[in-house]
């Protein structure tokens, strides 16, 4: 068996070794934080020698501490189910027709047995290599949009993408995924909440936060998830769909325009925000947590209006900020400013006059609240009635993101400031709710262990 | 009795004559929601006549809604209590000496007996009239150092702020209340975190989230509970104390440079972000939730560095960002840009020529995470990476109105851009710091009911 522990070195290497179990070997591991099972993985990262990656049944990778294992003990080998190159994705038509939409970054990967190298897997028949559940849920059909780090995302991708959709609607899928970096998922989920209009089937971005080929990896199972969703689900609407909690189990489905990052790093890092989300998806259920949600249809319509003005800026508001950083704006060509105000949608009086000037020369300038959630409340202090008064416009619970990706959609459909506030104050996909529910702010979130023993321990 | 059921109309008006009971009668009330027993207080509001004010006994003012009453009976009569006008704040030599600085806002008011009236309470006269229990806990001086709302503070207002705090601290008080609108106090927490250094005593920012002449105020428990933290908290820290969950049983104490307003209208809206509170406070304890806190001294050295760099600026990174946003804050003559960028610190490729321009112009361009929660990792990916090398600085866990402030206050301290970046990557006050402990994401918020109800009926 050559290579039989591919990639693996020091400690790690040692403690299969030690067992006499190597690569691909369906095994049962003691350590003293519980037990596992699940099939050893080759490595591609040499920097870590301290960790054994296991793939879980479920399909999360784990990454096992070498020195916390006790005992290692085969149960099989499934290397046969690894080795197979990339196989045809099978056909049922008895199955929903998805697609998948990518955007760039590695939605999944296969692990290359003879190298160990990770190659990201795209086509049908690659990620059926990687994601073999994948064919129990749908008939998948890939392309590739373009493949860029969704930091660089410009309007242009927004409407190419919108347009894809569009397009796979009218060629009758039952449901779309678009794989997308996570950074600015919830930016262009805004977009698409906009850019496409009554959708009869579900439009679900995904991507991973830890690469496929890392321990802890939730890639697969976000898109066993987001294949999921858009095969079965009944809530036609551009959603998120991440990683719902600590725990391995469940994703939560993001309204596109509620939706935000909220971790840097954490898998958990997508929040409903100011709302609850739509539902628990996992690959095999679809649960909703709320029922207000558009449903499927069977028809093919949608309306595709991908339209943006790209000189539509956020002013994230601080104390002691002076009104030239408006007037620069202004001087650059900016037409829609969005406000990312303090408490109820506040800015200082130093501001005032470069607001005044800017709305004179026609700029549109819409207020948001920085805290994330909450409403803007502009008529309660004097500072946000003088704000109204020069024709600043309140967003209410809209997330500044979302604010900021309506203003410029607005921008880009017209001319006409009055209809440009018609659109922003008219409710779209949910961006603008009459009302917070009760656990709109804490979060559906889930796995507040440390805290609830602390509350516990300490009660009063 | 003239005026005795002042301010009150409608329904509520209606139910107070019902069960013949007025203004300042201490009574028990049944509703349909439970009892409570309390003082009926007068209305100065208007609009609302649906709802019946009484000051339950812990100090926290409740609305009841006129129509879920069933039964009110009459206990005793407190009008005696609430009518002394103000009166000398009592000393006594056994208590701590506690100062608070005043900046805008109410912070406690007395309510007129004869007009219904709102006063706003200062003097420790008018506090002793308005909350008596202060007594309890200290000697109280008060000094009102302007009265601005909280959004048209600048570095001003911050820099005579910390001079306030130092000169206090020479002339001996044992703990400072800043007594500040809540828009924009943890700005404030971050500059006095930076400007006072090595304080001997608790420095603790507080505000109310609703006006104390409203049912539901915070404000007179707020205040309760700073002025115990200052008076007798060991943690001689720059701290805001608000509101720390849906009870109105305990306030938390939050570092000044982690905390954030989170909800534009909750109670509940300050968070520690990445990391856990310093304690809960009740106007009774001091509970530590963490050990590490700054212990308060017995001396009286203190260090007041108090400098700002107006030409500081947040950049609030958006995908789709425009180059032309960039040049025209360094066209301004901003010499600080803190980006607040997405993911692990990023923005797109179309800035980089502006940022090569700034930095060539010894414009100092540091990044934070948009996503509030985590660390900037860029070295990870090639846009991290290129952005380093172009000179962008990754501040960590710090968040992005914290590391603004502070780049803010390196700038005014320095024009040597080496030194600013050692000043900006070494940990202050709990700034950054190298480890987010395992709640520190969820945030110790309690009181999730519906949540866990959801979770406990969907069980997976």
Redesign the interface.
Known sequence: MPDGRKGYRGVALRKLEEWDVAVWADVEVDTDRGSFRGVILPRAETEDDLHVVLKLQHGYNLGVRADRIRRMHQVARKEAAYKIPEKEFPFDSGRPRVKLLGTGGTIASRLDYRTGAVIPAFTPGELYGAVPELADVCNLETEKLFGI???????KE?IAIAKAIGREIERGVDGIVIGH????MH??GAALSYMVQRSPVPIILVGSQRSSDRPSSDAALNLRNAVRAAAYSDAAEVMVCMFGTT?D??ALLHRGTRVR??????R??FRTIGDVPIA?I?PESF?P?RTDYTPRRRDREVEIDAV?E??C??????????P??V???V???YRGIVI???????????LFPAIERAIAKGVAIYMT?????????MHV???GRDLIHMGVVGCGNMI??TA?IKL?WALGKTRDLDEVRRIMLTPIAGDLTDREP??G????????P??EA??RQ?P?
Not at 181 to 184: E, I, N
Not at 369 to 377: D, F, I, P, S
Request: proline letters at 2%; a negative charge; hydrophobic letters at 35%.
């Open positions: 780090f969704s930091e660089n995302m410009t309007s927004w970096g996570t950074d600015t930016y262009t725990s189990r469940w990052k909220m971790h840097s790093s954490y958990s890092t628990r996992t649960e947590i943006f790209d000189k800026t956020i002013l994230y508001y601080y104390p002691n900020m002076q030239d950083v007037d620069a704006l001087g650059a060509g990312a105000g303090t408490g109820l949608g506040h800015v200082n009086r130093a609240v920085q805290t994330l959630w909450g409403y803007t409340q202090y004097d500072t500044p993101e900021f410029g009760f656990d702010y804490v979060v559906l979130q889930g796995g507040l440390e805290v602390f509350l300490h009063l």
